[in-house]
């Protein structure tokens, strides 16, 4: 059973952080490109963040350069998003999703989390 467990969401203020997880089950977690795509109200998902297996290599969208920071542990099969000053904008619901073709788009992923829930107040 394939599964991808989100958390770490929730509600901060304007300029703190947040630091979301990832957890992957029942797949070989180190042959995929794990992603963070984020869906805010009325807008269609986007990706955030991706970090690819082999060589480490990560992209960024241009919201999230120099903010975020992407990573994963493959002792724990688990992926992390820390966000740090955060803006109103970033509210959203926060997807984990893993790609074996290594391409960091909503289309091109084969697995999906749930999502969990961050709310950045004013």
């Known amino acids: 059973e394939v599964q991808l467990v989100e958390s770490g969401g929730g509600l901060v203020q304007a300029g703190g952080s947040l630091r979301l997880s990832c957890s992957a089950s029942?797949?070989?977690?180190?042959?995929?490109?794990i992603g963070w795509f984020r869906q805010a109200p009325g807008k269609e998902r986007e990706a955030v963040s991706c970090?690819?297996?082999?060589?480490?290599?990560?992209y960024y969208a241009n919201s999230a350069k120099g903010r975020f920071t992407i990573s994963r542990d493959s002792a724990k099969n688990t992926a992390y998003l820390h966000m740090t000053s955060l803006k109103p904008d970033d509210t959203a619901v926060y997807y984990c999703a893993a790609d074996r073709i290594s391409v960091c788009a909503v289309r091109g992923m084969d697995y999906w989390g749930k999502g969990t829930l961050g709310t950045v107040s004013p």
């Open positions: 970090i690819s297996l082999s060589d480490g290599r990560t």
């Open positions: 029942g797949f070989n977690f180190d042959a995929y490109t």
